[in-house]
């Protein structure tokens, strides 16, 4: 019995240890910035630049967020997610990984 309650004890303690280290990777981040496109990238994060991103991503180039703060350049994973805002500047909520961005959510500014 004594062996049975350590080994739940051991259990309780590794999916503690496992939620807690996984607790951050649901975490949202909201940064604000240029919908642009990889080709002019920082260049291209300005209202004046709407007209070659839109050309430039309608050629096949990848769609880009330029974050205002420090122009971090984010590839954006699902770029369906901001059709229609090809050149705005918009607040972009979702999952950071890296240098590029699952956008969940976006708003204009």
């Given amino acids: 019995m ?3 309650l350590v ?10 240890l496992t939620a807690w280290a996984l607790d951050d990777m ?13 080709k002019c990238g920082a260049k291209g994060a300005n209202a004046n630049a709407a007209a070659c991103t839109k050309k430039c991503l309608a ?3 990848k769609m880009v967020v330029v974050t205002d703060n420090d122009q ?7 770029p369906d997610a901001l059709k229609g ?5 918009v607040a ?3 999952h950071v990984d ?7 959510d976006v708003k204009m500014l």
């Fill in 2 to 4: 004594r062996k049975l």
């Fill in 7 to 16: 080994f739940c004890l051991l259990c309780c303690f590794v999916f503690a």
């Fill in 26 to 38: 649901g975490a949202s981040t909201t940064v604000n910035g240029w919908v642009t496109d990889a």
């Fill in 59 to 61: 050629s096949g180039e």
């Fill in 72 to 78: 971090k350049v984010l590839t954006v994973e699902n």
């Fill in 85 to 89: 805002h090809e050149g705005h500047h």
């Fill in 92 to 94: 972009v909520t979702g």
């Fill in 98 to 104: 890296g240098n590029s961005i699952h956008v969940q």
